[in-house]
């Protein structure tokens, strides 16, 4: 017997929820085998078999929320669910055998948690599903491309002909009103909405967070991007989005700021000399910051393909622990969903986080005159407890520096 239980999940997690077992009791298992999925606080986890045997009992249910060292389920190595090797027949025997014998399922591909549960919910075969995640991997658009859709699609059926004549509003009949229909809902927390909520409170009340905020005229960024998009993604295979300038601005800024790239330990500052950049995802099922390690050391092409890399795996629901481990300053994008201003939170222990937010045309005094530029506006929320006022507005003005004339950071490298 071997017992199957809650492994080491990563720094500072010490308890998942089992959010759905993959086999039951009295099923084979062989080694590598996904049994259960696991949420965590920062992202799901499969926990797969280490040994071949049958299944005996599972100890915990869905929903319950074990602790590191717990026990999950039991396997019997030596189990006599177990199938016996293949042996070889001859003769009639075997004519029989392979007449009367059921044909072996297809082995079923490696899934997202995500898209297998999408792929249960509308019946949907994995194994004739192609993936494009990582190694293969179906990933919950995989899911969505092969999901038939039911509603029609032909021209008579979305549009009225020309003929066809639309009542005015006035003359439609109102739709009438259900009294009564006030229904309501109740959803259980995920780990990671609880742990979301958790630190987002702590981090109001027990660092003391200001905003201060810029703008930028993003005038020559675009007019860069412009001229090198091409042969950019020629070259390297990812686009050249903003974000990468901003992760050099923001490195070159906190060289000169160090107290906004440091944490509270006690009643201790500890300074980081390295430059690890969280970058704020929005993934289903909460924001989730994966880290950009030695971000100092990448160029800019390796940036992107990192940021790039890390949506993709949001979107699949393949983000590992390491990958969302530790950080010394945070960025955060909202303008993505069209934020044209917001006051972002810190990310504990960190002491500060950047703002970035939708570039929009606006008029702006230039040399006396009135002209039309895209600007975006910056915030820069950080703890007050150890980064002083003056030291906050000097960095975000070091970032619009940057920014305004990107050819400072290739100067200063």
């Not at 008579?156 to 009949?173: C, D, M």
């Not at 990671?192 to 005038?219: G, K, S």
């Not at 009643?267 to 910051?289: N, P, Q, R, T």
């Amino acid at each position: 017997m071997s017992n199957i239980v809650v492994p080491v999940l990563g720094e500072s997690i010490v308890e998942a929820r089992i959010a759905k077992w993959l086999k039951k009791p009295g099923d084979h298992v062989e080694v590598g085998d996904p049994l259960v999925e696991l949420e965590t606080e920062k992202t799901n986890l499969e926990l797969s078999a280490e040994k071949r045997g049958v299944i005996t009992s599972i100890a915990r249910k869905e929903g319950e929320d074990v602790k590191i060292g717990e026990l999950l389920a039991v396997v019997d190595e030596n189990g006599a669910g177990a199938p016996p090797p293949a042996a070889a027949q001859s003769g009639n025997g075997s004519k029989a055998a392979s007449q009367s014998a059921p044909s072996a399922p297809a082995e079923q591909p490696k899934t997202t948690p995500t898209a297998r549960r999408m792929a249960q919910d509308h019946e949907v075969d994995l194994g004739g599903v192609q993936g494009t995640g990582s190694a293969g991997r179906v990933t919950k658009q995989d899911v969505k491309n092969a999901i038939a859709p039911t509603a029609p699609t032909s021209d008579s059926a979305i549009a009225p002909t020309r003929e066809a004549k639309i009542a005015p509003a006035s003359a439609r009949p109102l739709a009438p009103i259900r009294i009564g229909d006030r229904t309501e809902e109740r959803v259980r927390m995920t780990k990671r909405r609880q742990t979301i909520a958790r630190r987002l409170v702590e981090a109001q009340q027990t660092a003391a967070m200001l905003t201060t905020f810029n703008e930028a005229d993003m005038t020559q960024i675009m007019a860069l991007r412009e001229r090198r998009k091409e042969s950019f993604k020629k070259e390297f295979g990812v686009g050249l989005g903003i974000a990468s300038f901003f992760v050099k601005a923001s490195i070159a800024a906190l060289r000169g700021f160090p107290a906004l790239n440091a944490e509270i330990q006690g009643d201790e500052i500890v300074y980081k000399h390295y430059f690890d950049v969280g970058m704020a995802v929005g993934a289903e099922g909460g924001l989730v910051v994966p880290v950009i390690r030695d971000a100092d050391r990448l160029t800019f092409p390796q940036i992107e393909l990192a940021i790039r890399d890390f949506a993709k795996k949001a979107q699949d629901g393949t983000l590992t622990l390491d990958d969302l481990r530790g950080g010394t300053f945070t960025i955060t994008n909202g303008g993505v969903f069209g934020s044209l201003l917001s006051t972002p939170i810190l990310n504990p222990p960190q002491v500060a986080i950047l703002g970035l937010h939708k570039i929009q045309d606006r008029v702006v005094p230039m040399n006396g005159q009135p002209a039309i530029r895209p600007m975006m506006y910056l915030a820069l929320s950080y703890d007050h407890r150890i980064v002083d006022g003056r030291e906050a507005v000097q960095f975000l003005v070091k970032v619009k520096e940057y920014i305004e004339d990107p050819a400072n950071l290739l100067l200063e490298g």
